[in-house]
């Protein structure tokens, strides 16, 4: 139901976006267009995944509208129709969209307002931030971390080498399917831990410090905070 492209493919391109996302909506239709008449397109499958963005407005109210169109069989024309109609967005026009497309509106609201599609969204923020997505659009190819809004010769690049790789894991260990994909998953490259991010500097302290009334001089303000002072610096 979230899978666009060759559901059998050897590589599976996990797209995390969020529905409210100014760039997601801009690079993702244009993806799906250039991927529809690319070579690479039956060699794919794309996993539609949701990380909402709490800075984006409406953000967790649209993926729950997208989360319940997907759960009915249509999250990618839902997903082009909310972006198509970008600035347009209001929690009414969720189900209008979802009856334009010919789902029942009972039904699409019953399984917004779900908690099992609450939490099917909230286990995709984790699985993404766990993979290194930090921001959307967001991309892992067969679990590698793809960053940004890429040229497609860049992601044919990027899907010819995963798929190499993935016949070499598939002949390594006789695998298919979904036991391939958790391998080639847990086997993927991951990013490089960030440096742990450097303490701000002692600020400055007064070049003149009172004590009991007196000012100290100079050479002893030095000497009090540890420092040697010498004539001529």
């Not at 050897?10 to 995390?16: G, R, T």
């Not at 908690?115 to 892992?140: N, R, V």
């Not at 002893?220 to 001529?232: A, P």
């Amino acid at each position: 139901q979230h899978i666009w492209g060759n559901p059998n493919a050897k590589v599976v391109l996990s797209v995390y976006l969020c529905a409210r996302c100014p760039y997601c909506s801009r690079h993702i239709p244009r993806l799906i267009e250039l991927l529809e008449t690319s070579p690479i397109k039956d060699k794919i499958a794309i996993n539609l995944r949701l990380f909402p963005i709490k800075s984006h407005e409406h953000s967790t109210n649209a993926s729950l509208g997208l989360e319940a169109a997907a759960k009915m069989g249509k999250a990618w024309p839902y997903l082009l129709k909310t972006y198509q109609n970008f600035d347009a967005y209001s929690d009414a026009n969720r189900t209008v969209w979802a009856t334009e497309l010919g789902l029942d509106a009972a039904k699409f609201e019953a399984d917004m307002n779900s908690k099992e599609t609450a939490d099917y969204i909230d286990k995709g923020m984790k699985d993404g931030a766990t993979y290194g997505i930090q921001g959307t659009p967001g991309f892992l190819i067969n679990g590698e971390l793809f960053v940004g809004a890429q040229p497609l010769d860049k992601f044919k690049a990027a899907v010819d080498k995963a798929l190499a790789r993935a016949k070499q894991v598939a002949a390594e260990k006789n695998l298919t399917g979904e036991p391939l994909y958790q391998e080639l998953v847990k086997t993927a490259p991951k990013p490089a831990p960030k440096p742990a991010p450097k303490p701000d500097p002692e600020p400055i302290p007064m070049v003149e410090k009172f004590y009991k009334g007196t000012t100290m001089s100079f050479a002893n303000y030095l000497v009090d905070f540890g420092l040697v002072y010498r004539e001529g610096g």
